[in-house]
């Protein structure tokens, strides 16, 4: 593991990003039962009330509560710095952003200005003061690395998806009118989400963690310099100009996808794991989507020409932006669990020897069965959209991998907090 220009004085007491974690894939079992109970007519369009309700179910409820609890961690090892008051300031995000999440999948099943306005008011506060927090340590004299651009621009993102989302919640239920551009407001927040938020905060993490994590070389510094940049800067023109737009922010992610095959194909320690597998599969994703999407729609069966942008975007969320969340927390729970309890060793050394193998956090065995069963669920996913009859495996498959995911949690949390016992014992002695 590569940890040179790290800095670990700033954690935050890491039950914080657990709450975040833990949550998250109980939002999939959820968005499992949604699946089951809304049958066939779920896949049938992108504005069903349904598959709207299940779209921000995975956005909401698993990436952005995944990618907030990670910021409290990944931005003091990197940037040296982490945020004030991080308790109160997780509380009140974790919270809101739950009953926010709930209350905005609940108004698309079942419309009513009460739910609008409740899930208005609490995902306002939870993302408004988790950006405030976050840009405010973001502005201030960081080391100007790529990934901290990166998480500037990625926060940028997040802001812009907030306002988009305000607005078309807003228009809902009278209080703006913007009918006449409602559907332009509504791809844009979708990309910004997606493509801004999700992507662009991948790509800046991945500049990290790829190194850290596995002894790979850095990425080409013309990718990792000037991609994240230029993939901002392209949305901002899609608001303009979409349909010129989107085939270059394919084209960048294939760009993006190349270099980290390459960076990954240079690491020293070329073992299996399967996080390399997660990030291996989100790579060749991307790639085939450069493929699907610039193949000339009179190439493809008439099936797939009609499903194409919503096979593109859910191929694009389930096989590249989950796949990599999956992926890193396989790595993120056993390393900063480890972290932390070397910490609280400092003033007894000789507790370090109560501290289990990182592995033992987490078995490699357990994480090779995760990946096969996020394989298989993308297929089910892909082949439900053509042949929606299939629904119910896809909901089944949901159910067992990310009660799995939450299995491994659990069983990684348990053992941090029945090692930090007895290193407390140790001290205490």
């Given at each position: 593991?590569?940890?040179?220009?790290?800095?670990?004085?700033?954690?935050?007491?890491?039950?914080?990003?657990?709450?975040?974690?833990?949550?998250?894939?109980?939002?999939?079992?959820?968005?499992?039962?949604?699946?089951?109970?809304?049958?066939?007519?779920?896949?049938?369009?992108?504005?069903?009330?349904?598959?709207?309700?299940?779209?921000?179910?995975?956005?909401?409820?698993?990436?952005?509560?995944?990618?907030?609890?990670?910021?409290?961690?990944?931005?003091?090892?990197?940037?040296?710095?982490?945020?004030?008051?991080?308790?109160?300031?997780?509380?009140?995000?974790?919270?809101?952003?739950?009953?926010?999440?709930?209350?905005?999948?609940?108004?698309?099943?079942?419309?009513?200005?009460?739910?609008?306005?409740?899930?208005?008011?609490?995902?306002?506060?939870?993302?408004?003061?988790?950006?405030?927090?976050?840009?405010?340590?973001?502005?201030?004299?960081?080391?100007?690395?790529?990934?901290?651009?990166?998480?500037?621009?990625?926060?940028?993102?997040?802001?812009?998806?907030?306002?988009?989302?305000?607005?078309?919640?807003?228009?809902?239920?009278?209080?703006?009118?913007?009918?006449?551009?409602?559907?332009?407001?509504?791809?844009?927040?979708?990309?910004?989400?997606?493509?801004?938020?999700?992507?662009?905060?991948?790509?800046?993490?991945?500049?990290?963690?790829?190194?850290?994590?596995?002894?790979?070389?850095?990425?080409?510094?013309?990718?990792?310099?000037?991609?994240?940049?230029?993939?901002?800067?392209?949305l901002i023109f899609s608001i303009f100009q979409p349909v010129f737009v989107v085939p270059f922010i394919i084209l960048i992610h294939g760009v993006f996808a190349l270099s980290l095959l390459l960076v990954i194909s240079k690491r020293k320690r070329k073992i299996p794991d399967s996080t390399i597998r997660f990030w291996q599969l989100a790579a060749l994703t991307l790639i085939v989507l450069n493929i699907f999407y610039f193949t000339p729609d009179?190439?493809?069966?008439?099936?797939?020409?009609?499903?194409?942008?919503?096979?593109?975007?859910?191929?694009?969320?389930?096989?590249?932006?989950?796949?990599?969340?999956?992926?890193?927390?396989?790595?993120?729970?056993?390393?900063?669990?480890?972290?932390?309890?070397?910490?609280?060793?400092?003033?007894?050394?000789?507790?370090?020897?109560?501290?289990?193998?990182?592995?033992?956090?987490?078995?490699?065995?357990?994480?090779?069965?995760?990946?096969?069963?996020?394989?298989?669920?993308?297929?089910?996913?892909?082949?439900?959209?053509?042949?929606?009859s299939t629904y119910w495996l896809l909901s089944l498959l949901l159910l067992i991998e990310f009660s799995w995911l939450l299995y491994l949690m659990i069983k990684v949390m348990r053992l941090y907090f029945l090692t930090l016992t007895k290193i407390n014992l140790s001290v205490n002695e």
């Open positions: 593991m590569n940890i040179n220009g790290l800095s670990f004085n700033a954690l935050p007491p890491i039950d914080l990003p657990f709450r975040f974690f833990i949550t998250a894939p109980i939002f999939i079992i959820l968005c499992a039962f949604l699946i089951l109970f809304s049958g066939e007519t779920l896949w049938v369009s992108r504005w069903q009330p349904s598959m709207l309700a299940l779209t921000h179910g995975f956005t909401l409820g698993f990436l952005t509560m995944v990618m907030m609890g990670a910021l409290l961690q990944l931005l003091p090892v990197i940037g040296g710095v982490g945020i004030a008051r991080p308790r109160l300031v997780v509380s009140v995000c974790h919270s809101t952003l739950i009953i926010g999440i709930l209350c905005l999948m609940a108004n698309f099943i079942w419309p009513s200005k009460l739910l609008t306005i409740s899930s208005l008011i609490f995902l306002v506060c939870s993302i408004g003061v988790y950006i405030l927090t976050f840009t405010w340590v973001l502005v201030k004299k960081l080391s100007q690395g790529d990934s901290i651009i990166g998480f500037r621009l990625a926060m940028s993102a997040l802001f812009i998806v907030l306002l988009l989302g305000v607005g078309l919640l807003s228009q809902s239920i009278g209080f703006l009118s913007v009918n006449s551009i409602g559907k332009m407001l509504t791809n844009s927040h979708a990309l910004f989400g997606l493509v801004g938020w999700g992507s662009l905060l991948i790509i800046s993490v991945s500049f990290q963690v790829i190194s850290m994590f596995h002894v790979a070389p850095s990425f080409p510094k013309l990718i990792s310099r000037y991609l994240p940049s230029s993939l901002f800067f392209l009179k190439f493809l069966p008439s099936f797939i020409r009609q499903q194409k942008t919503l096979l593109i975007t859910a191929v694009y969320l389930y096989f590249y932006l989950v796949a990599v969340i999956q992926g890193m927390l396989l790595k993120i729970l056993p390393f900063l669990s480890y972290t932390h309890l070397q910490q609280k060793c400092l003033v007894n050394f000789s507790a370090m020897q109560t501290i289990p193998h990182m592995h033992k956090f987490l078995n490699k065995k357990h994480g090779q069965w995760l990946f096969y069963l996020h394989f298989m669920t993308g297929i089910v996913l892909f082949y439900t959209l053509v042949i929606p």
